[in-house]
């Protein structure tokens, strides 16, 4: 019933920039917060970013000056732009969004983008 999309993963080089995006679609009532995390060799996902309806944001600190998140409540999309990255910045992302559905039970429920590869090459 709802669908995580994210795009614009990719390989650059240390320094540069890339621009993260994930829309919720689906029957949606709301989109309550959403966020990026990133998983690299590991089962441990990390917290990135996040990003509250009315705009509160919250960052990690190894990524605080240097990515930004931001939502566009009309298309229910998230995006992160990530810039000065890093090799230590090569994960697998994941976009996140706590949201309620207009059928079913009334619960604010997380779910899950198929994530997107970022590789940061020295």
């Known amino acids: 019933q709802v669908q995580l999309v994210e795009s614009g993963g990719g390989l650059v080089q240390a320094g540069e920039s890339l621009r993260l995006s994930c829309a919720a679609s689906g029957n949606i009532a709301r989109v309550n917060a959403m966020g990026w995390y990133r998983q690299a060799a590991g089962p441990q996902r990390e917290l990135v970013a996040t990003i509250t309806s009315g705009g509160s944001t919250n960052y990690a600190d190894f990524v605080k000056g240097r990515f930004t998140i931001s939502r566009d409540n009309g298309k229910n999309t998230v995006y992160l732009q990530m810039n000065s990255l890093k090799p230590e910045d090569t994960a697998v992302y994941y976009c996140?969004?706590?949201?309620?559905?207009?059928?079913?039970?009334?619960?604010?429920?997380?779910?899950w983008g198929q994530g997107t590869q970022v590789t940061v090459s020295s």
């Open positions: 996140n969004a706590n949201l309620r559905l207009r059928v079913g039970l009334p619960l604010d429920l997380n779910y």
